[in-house]
Structures are given as C-alpha cells and as structure tokens.
C-alpha cells in the first residue's frame, strides 16, 4: 500500500483541490470519534452519553460534520458530472454516472451488510440474540447506513439539480432553504403529519449545492455564510421548538436529525463557511508531500472504516464481559479512566477490519458509453430504500418478522437487503463494459 500510496501523491496533478479530500477524510474521521466517545454502555443496554449528561449536548454543534460531508458530496459531483459530459460527445451520461459513484459506495457496504447478516443469522439461530446487550448491538450497528442512503439519493439527484443550478445560482439554495422552512411551518405550526420528511430532500439537497456553488467558486464570503448560519441556529434553538443537540438523542419528542430540520439546515450552512475560512491555511498545510501522502492514503480506507467502526466498539465492550469485568457507570470517574484504554482497541480493531475490507473500496473503473437512465435511475431507488430501511430495522428479530416505518411503509431487514441487492444489480445492467474512471 505504501509505495502505491506515495505514486498516487507524486502524481496528483497541481490542479486538485486537496483540501475537499481533507475534509472527506476529516468529517468520516469525526463522526467515528463521536461514536466511539457518545456510546454509554452498561448491563443494561447501550444508551448516548449526551443523555447521561445533558450539557455535553452543545459539543454536538462541532462534531456533527456530516453537512460538511454531503457539501463535499456535492462538490465532486459536480466536477465528475462535469467531466463525463466533457468526455461523451454530447452521449447521455447519467447512467455511467450512477454506475461509477455507486461501484465505490456500495461495494463495501454490500459485504458489510451480508457479513453482519451472516453472524446475526448464527446468533439468533444459536437462541443468544435477546440479551440486552446483543439486542442492542444488532439493532444499532446499521444505524449509520442511513447516511449512505441520503447519499444516495443526493447522487440520484445531481443531474436535476445541477441544471437547477446552472439557471439560478444561489437562488437555487434559497429555494431549498425556504422549502425546508415551509416545511417546519407545516409541521409546528399546523401539525400536518408526515410532512416533516420532506426535509430529508430539502435539507441535504440545499447542502449539497453549496458543493455546487464552491465548485464554481462561488462562496466568496464564507465568513457571512457562516455568521448567518450560526445566528440562525442559535435563535431557532433558543427561540422555537428544536433541541439544542444537532444529533439523534433517544426518547426526544423532537430531533434535529431525524427528519432533519431547518436548525440542522443553519448548522451546516456555518459549518460550510467555517471550513471554508480555514481552506487557506489548510491548502499550505497540504502542499507537504507527507501530509498530502497521508489524505491520500486515509481517503482509499474512509469508507471502509466509516462501515466498520462501531464493530470493533462493541467488540471492546463484549469482551469485557467476556472476561468478567464490571461496566462502570457512565460519565462516572472509572468510565472516563477506561476511555483512552477503549479507544485504542477500537482503533486497533478498526485498523485490522480495514486491512481485511478495504479491497473491496478500491476504485472501479465506471462504464462511460451511453446506458439506461431510467433502469439506473430505479436501480438506484431501489438501493437507497434498502439501505435506509436497514438502517432503521437493524438485524434484530431476523426469524421473527420484525419490522421499521419507513416513512410511512413498514419494512423488514431481509425486505430492506433484497431492495438493495436488487438495485444495485439494475444499476450494473444499465450500461455497456466500456470504461474510463471518474473524476472527482
């Protein structure tokens, strides 16, 4: 890995903008953090140490990145939209497209989900899947598969909203913003139901072109889109009915996260324009070959650690029982002692997961002669609703039937992975052999 690594460094061309592979890197990297340190497990189950501690729910506002993830999302898209239409001689592009950007994503998370399927099956067909513990675990471990299936859909979309935003700019994100305030409107102020998960579309859409607008240099006062980002949050969170943590919190009548609201919307628009303040010092910080060697070699395991990370947590934590010693209390003196022990096993661990996986996040060429748009575009439907309703009904009560609301349907785990196999295999079928790889 380390010479391949050090030849993809030296060959990076001066023209590429390595601080979005930063923050790629940098936003996945947070969000494993943050469940490493937020998960409050003890004998009776799994909970969220910002429950346990309710004040340490502001650090949320600095480790809740993924805004900064799906604007990063859109900025690639753009440019990997951008270049295909460049490359096809005026040929539709928008099923290699799919094809290319879900080859990379998918992948990995296929044999994710097929490997814990395998070893939730043996469980619950051993009889050892009701402890609290065990019950916890695969119900939580797809949890965040939820963000490849937002993902996905903001990929399903880039087309439509790319021509959204050739035509009007930055009025195209005032449009969603406002969407996602009307919206809320509905939901608070008149409780029409089952409105609220629209702003799953609107929120993260209105993020994702931001990408757009930093891929056509666009954001050029990032500092007002971060003062206004932040004074918005602070005074819907001071002032109106969300919460003051921007991540899902167990029992909450209302979340920020789940549907995503329009003081989530607030929160990623500073975030935005506070990594954008940070792009200049960020790029000299870049230009050393073994800072650049070390991006580059974290972006080709992101996603394969992403998938994995919570594995080797509840590993640590299983083994402790295992070995007969006693849980401490969360947030108490002898829990945060263990923290540093805990973290560098999970590391460890993680570390030993990526090197099994990580082949399996290796680039793929993407077929660029002209397919079905339509079948990729279905194929592509097809997987994100798999993908998040797995990410809903976890891998618990596999023999039972048991089943999660998506949306408004019910699905089961096995109906969710047939969805995602199912799709991903129209997505494959939609075009033709012929390659080049995607830019981006």
């Known amino acids: 890995m380390g010479n391949s690594v050090r030849d993809v460094a030296a060959a990076t061309p001066d023209s590429r903008d390595r601080y979005v592979d930063l923050l790629r890197v940098a936003s996945l990297g947070t969000v494993v953090l943050g469940h490493w340190l937020m998960a409050a497990v003890s004998g009776d189950g799994i909970g969220n140490l910002l429950a346990v501690v309710p004040g340490l729910q502001v650090v949320t506002w600095g480790l809740q990145v993924m805004p900064v993830f799906f604007f990063v999302g859109g900025f690639s898209h753009a440019l990997s939209y951008r270049s295909l239409e460049r490359k096809s001689g005026g040929a539709p592009v928008y099923?290699?497209?799919?094809r290319g950007r879900l080859r990379r994503l998918l992948r990995p998370t296929l044999v994710f989900v097929l490997v814990w399927t395998a070893g939730a099956l043996a469980v619950q067909a051993a009889g050892r899947g009701d402890g609290r513990l065990t019950a916890a675990a695969l119900r939580m471990v797809t949890q965040p598969l939820w963000f490849i299936?937002?993902?996905l859909a903001m990929v399903a979309f880039t087309k439509a909203m790319l021509r959204l935003h050739r035509r009007l700019g930055w009025a195209a994100f005032g449009l969603l913003a406002g969407a996602?305030?009307?919206v809320d409107a509905l939901r608070f102020g008149l409780g029409v139901p089952y409105v609220?998960?629209?702003n799953f579309a609107f929120v993260w859409l209105a993020v994702h072109q931001l990408g757009f607008l930093r891929a056509d240099g666009r954001i050029r006062r990032p500092a007002l889109l971060a003062a206004a980002g932040l004074t918005g949050a602070v005074l819907l969170v001071a002032y109106g009915p969300y919460p003051l943590s921007m991540v899902g919190m167990p029992g909450e009548k209302v979340s920020n996260m789940a549907p995503p609201t329009l003081a989530l919307l607030c929160h990623g628009m500073w975030l935005v324009g506070a990594v954008q303040l940070l792009a200049g010092p960020a790029r000299r910080l870049l230009a050393r070959p073994r800072v650049w060697r070390g991006v580059v070699a974290a972006n080709g395991i992101a996603m394969t650690a992403f998938l994995w990370h919570l594995t080797p947590m509840l590993a640590v934590y299983a083994a402790q029982l295992a070995l007969g010693l006693r849980l401490p209390e969360p947030a108490s003196a002898a829990?945060?002692?263990q923290v540093p022990v805990r973290l560098l096993l999970a590391a460890v661990l993680t570390g030993l997961l990526v090197a099994l996986f990580r082949r399996f996040e290796a680039p793929a060429a993407a077929p660029t002669a002209p397919g079905s748009g339509p079948r990729a575009a279905a194929?592509?439907?097809?997987?994100l609703l798999g993908v998040l309703g797995?990410?809903?009904t976890g891998l618990g009560g596999l023999f039972d039937g048991h089943t999660a609301t998506l949306v408004a349907l019910p699905v089961t785990a096995p109906a969710a992975i047939a969805m995602a196999l199912g799709g991903w295999c129209l997505v494959e079928r939609s075009g033709s052999a012929r390659s080049v790889r995607l830019r981006g």
């Open 95 to 98: 099923a290699a497209f799919l």
């Open 149 to 151: 299936g937002i993902y």
């Open 180 to 182: 996602a305030a009307a």
């Open 196 to 198: 609220e998960f629209l």
């Open 335 to 337: 829990w945060g002692a």
């Open 379 to 383: 194929g592509i439907t097809l997987c």
């Open 390 to 392: 797995l990410s809903m």
